[in-house]
């Protein structure tokens, strides 16, 4: 990978002096904790409609966030003018926030301990910076992709989209920690239809998944564009052919472009330690894999080994330090089937310290934009394969009667985490060890804990893929991050499968 220098824009900032004019305004105003954040954040969204260029939009934000601790109470504010007067005034303002939410506190804030950092960046492992490419490159990159397919009489529809972000943030606090880091990512889509003469319609889209890379993601040798573009028209004409899926209970072959959404769901979400406490609660429910469950909950199957990891090569959630200053790590949730560990920041870690065994915070700490106090994140919360596991192949042969499972599609499950249900891009029926054409209007159901349960066998290294999204939500008010879920291609013993053609009354 190429060695990028942090952004000028960014670097071009009074970074430092805002930095010293907060954190000393904070302290003389007697805050306890003070830290500083100051961000650029540029993104692009392009998209194409059937070759033609429908949307192109670039943005940038630029600003100021300083939060405090005083009186054993949060305080927060945040501005976009990065001047070392308004840094100052910032400070200020969050102390007496911070006094004014005092009666309304009942827990005062300790945070966990973190050893300091002293003037230390990071970048993110990537090759072009999306951002230099010439936008009408872009263009005609995908208007070539959507040609091929339009060029098939199976394809009456084409959409391309490339979502992307360069992400700068500096960081201080009053510890004398002090960060510059920028990540880069980018979220590829081609979507095929195909419209029946009776007025039906069916989809189908490209497996490649998000990633915390560059240009070279879409015109290098790491995905088979080509290859998949020449099939997607044929694989669509057999899918909008095919027999709707019989409901009832199958052993299902998941492969990792579905599974990865799962675990987002089932796993990361439910161990989150402010979701398992009750504090998130109002926006997407709390979780049913509570604190005191830890080192007791059978989560899933004795060959089920989940981590949490901030530190995975081109993760959306990869980072060299959190919104706390805290170091990023790898660490175990799920170990042998039996919950072990949760997401935490400085404050979770050190309020639970007793329970969780542990009084560190693992850098789950995050916001979305400089308008935005950090709340509790997912990590790239990843299913780990077997050393010498099964191809996908060998999962496939084990199987007298079931479904392969491709590409995510929609989903839901309760404020729990609990009971869910998802469907998938592509879906292969099983019979006797082998493949024998694909499948309609497949979704698969069950309680995350049965689910998992029946997790038979997990495939070796050869199988395992990095999946994400760019747009996990938390929070109020609403924050977005990017996350990436790793895993290898699974099998599940005796899942209930419905048909959602049925179920929606079709």
Request: proline share 5%.
């Amino acid at each position: 990978m190429a060695v990028h220098p942090i952004d000028p824009e960014l670097l071009s900032l009074p970074l430092r002096a805002c930095a010293d004019a907060a954190l000393t305004a904070a302290a003389e105003a007697g805050a306890s904790h003070a830290d500083v954040r100051i961000e650029r954040l540029r993104g692009q969204d392009l998209a194409l409609r059937n070759g033609r260029l429908e949307r192109l939009g670039d943005d940038v934000s630029v600003g100021i966030a300083v939060r405090v601790v005083a009186d054993g109470t949060w305080g927060f504010t945040s501005g976009p003018d990065v001047t070392v007067d308004e840094a100052a005034r910032l400070a200020r303002s969050a102390v007496e926030v911070a006094r004014a939410s005092r009666p309304l506190n009942a827990e005062p804030v300790e945070l966990a301990d973190e050893p300091v950092y002293a003037d230390v960046s990071w970048v993110s492992a990537y090759d072009v910076d999306p951002f230099a490419v010439d936008p009408a490159e872009k263009v005609a990159l995908f208007a070539d992709w959507s040609q091929r397919l339009l060029a098939s009489d199976d394809v009456d529809h084409v959409d391309v989209s490339l979502l992307q972000a360069l992400e700068g943030k500096f960081y201080a606090d009053s510890a004398g920690t002090t960060t510059t880091q920028q990540r880069v990512r980018v979220q590829p889509r081609v979507t095929a239809t195909r419209v029946d003469p009776g007025g039906g319609f069916e989809t189908m889209r490209t497996l490649a998944l998000p990633a915390g890379r560059g240009w070279e993601y879409l015109v290098g040798d790491l995905y088979d564009w080509d290859g998949e573009l020449a099939q997607l028209p044929e694989l669509l004409a057999e899918k909008a052919h095919a027999p709707s899926v019989e409901p009832g209970r199958y052993d299902l072959v998941i492969d990792p472009s579905n599974l990865w959404l799962t675990i987002h769901e089932s796993i990361g979400h439910a161990t989150e330690l402010d979701r398992a406490l009750g504090y998130e609660a109002a926006y997407a429910g709390t979780s049913f894999a509570t604190l005191d469950r830890l080192g007791t909950l059978q989560y899933g199957s004795p060959v089920m080994q989940v981590t949490g990891d901030r530190t995975t090569p081109h993760g959306l959630a990869t980072i060299g330090w959190d919104d706390e200053g805290v170091q990023t790590q790898e660490w175990d949730i799920v170990r042998d089937g039996v919950l072990v560990g949760y997401q935490l920041d400085r404050r979770m870690a050190r309020q639970n310290a007793a329970a969780l065994g542990t009084a560190r915070s693992n850098g789950c700490a995050f916001a979305d934009a400089p308008s935005h106090v950090p709340v509790q994140r997912m990590a790239n919360v990843s299913l780990t394969p077997a050393p010498d596991g099964p191809s996908t192949d060998d999962l496939i042969g084990r199987v007298e009667r079931g479904i392969y499972v491709v590409g995510d599609k929609s989903w839901s499950i309760d404020m729990q985490r609990y009971n869910f249900q998802f469907t998938g891009q592509r879906f292969y029926e099983i019979r006797d060890g082998r493949l024998v054409g694909q499948l309609r209007d497949v979704a698969y159901q069950a309680t995350t804990t049965d689910f998992w349960g029946s997790l038979e066998a997990v495939g070796g290294p050869q199988t395992y893929q990095l999946g994400g999204a760019f747009n996990c939500g938390k929070a109020q008010p609403s924050q977005i991050a990017a996350v990436s879920h790793g895993c290898p291609t699974t099998l599940f013993r005796s899942v209930s499968v419905l048909n959602t053609a049925q179920e929606g009354g079709r």
